[in-house]
T-cell receptor, first 115, second 113 residues
Framework: EAGVAQSPRYKIIEKRQSVAFWCNPI?????LYWYQQILGQGPKLLIQ????????DSQLPKDRFSAERLKGVDSTLKIQPAKLEDSAVYLC?????????????FGQGTRLTVV | GNSVTQMEGPVTLSEEAFLTINCTYT??????LFWYVQYPGEGLQLLLK?????DKGSNKGFEATYRKETTSFHLEKGSVQVSDSAVYFC????????????FGKGTKLSVIP
């Protein structure tokens, strides 16, 4: 079974530039998550989709971050404009359902460095 | 809101030593509890889970018991190996509707021969 795919693996940009990350979840998984993991910290949920609808985006900095999940499959996360503090690993995860008894599978992440 | 607190690292142990990584949580309702592991250069992967009080999750020699009375889910292994060197994250899954997966800060374990 193919896992969660993310691209790119690494990205270096200057502050105030824009950047986009792509995620392809495991086939059939209705729930998709984007997490931000700052060095030395645990992952923090940015946004959660159920199919193509947003379930929770309470921690997404909406003035600069946006995310979409067209057709309930692939998802993109965008940052515009980037700040130095956005340097982090961005993790995508998916699960079959969004209930407490289902495992979330994680991609390898995109490491973003803002200089 | 929900939160997870786990012991600060890094933790350095000799091979075959006993491991305990403490984890306590705050949550509304009845959360499910997880330990995730992140090996060097790899993504997060589920190590074990427990979905109700007194459940014991186990995998690869690791164990953790869901203790509702102490709101804890400590990770243990009787004899660690060099290959267990990784970052370990305690997490909980709770919240009606969104079932948000909330992580602790992680504990880095290094096992030396």
């Amino acid at each position: 079974e193919a896992g969660v795919a993310q691209s790119p693996r690494y990205k270096i940009i200057e502050k105030r530039q824009s950047v986009a990350f792509w995620c392809n979840p495991i086939s059939g998984h209705a729930t998709l998550y984007w997490y931000q993991q700052i060095l030395g910290q645990g992952p923090k949920l940015l946004i959660q989709f159920q199919n193509n609808g947003v379930v929770d985006d309470s921690q997404l900095p909406k003035d600069r971050f946006s995310a979409e999940r067209l057709k309930g499959v692939d998802s993109t996360l965008k940052i515009q404009p980037a700040k130095l503090e956005d340097s982090a690993v961005y993790l995508c995860a998916s699960s079959f359902t969004g209930t407490s008894n289902t495992e979330a599978f994680f991609g390898q992440g995109t490491r973003l460095t803002v200089v | 809101g929900n939160s997870v607190t786990q012991m600060e690292g890094p933790v350095t142990l000799s091979e075959e030593a006993f491991l305990t990584i403490n984890c306590t949580y705050t949550a509304t309702g009845y959360p499910s509890l997880f330990w995730y592991v992140q090996y060097p250069g790899e993504g997060l992967q589920l190590l074990l889970k427990a979905t109700k009080a007194d459940d014991k999750g186990s995998n690869k020699g690791f164990e953790a018991t869901y203790r509702k009375e102490t709101t804890s889910f400590h990770l243990e292994k009787g004899s660690v190996q060099v290959s267990d060197s990784a970052v370990y994250f305690c997490a909980l899954y709770s919240g009606a509707g969104s079932y948000q997966l909330t992580f602790g800060k992680g504990t880095k374990l290094s096992v030396i021969p």
